[in-house]
């Protein structure tokens, strides 16, 4: 019923850009904040982006200025540009509905693989 989708992945050249998208469906996407993880091979999963829904964003250090996240409830879909990629980039990208309060449900879409070659 909970449905979040990520697509735009794929094999760039480092220095490179790659723009992620995020289809939520079977949520009230609107009021809920948005985060966008990563996860390398052998490495635990990481918070590389959120936004509120207000709009404020919060970002790795690793990524501050160079990704961009951002939102358009309209059409329920959050996204992550991602500009000067570096191999250190390589991950599969997971698209996250963070809880809301304590008792809230998280949700995680399935990922996509993003590969930044040297």
Same mark, same amino acid.
């Given at each position: 019923q909970v449905q979040l989708v990520e697509s735009?992945?794929?094999? #760039?050249? !480092?220095? @490179?850009?790659l723009r992620l998208s995020c289809a939520a469906s079977g949520i009230k996407f609107? #009021?809920? !904040?948005? @985060?966008?993880?990563?996860?390398?091979?052998?490495?635990?999963?990481e918070l590389v982006a959120a936004i509120t829904t207000g709009g404020f964003t919060d970002y790795a250090d690793s990524v501050k200025g160079?990704?961009?996240i951002s939102r358009d409830n309209a059409k329920n879909t959050v996204y992550l540009q991602m500009n000067s990629l570096k191999p250190e980039d390589t991950a599969v990208y997971y698209c996250k509905?963070?809880?809301?309060?304590?008792?809230?449900?998280e949700y995680w879409?399935?990922?996509t693989l993003v590969t930044v070659s040297s």
């Open positions: 735009g992945g794929g094999l #760039v050249q !480092a220095g @490179g850009s609107s #009021v809920n !904040a948005m @985060g966008w993880y990563r996860q390398a091979p052998g490495k635990q999963r160079r990704f961009t509905k963070e809880r809301s309060g304590v008792l809230g449900m879409g399935k990922g």
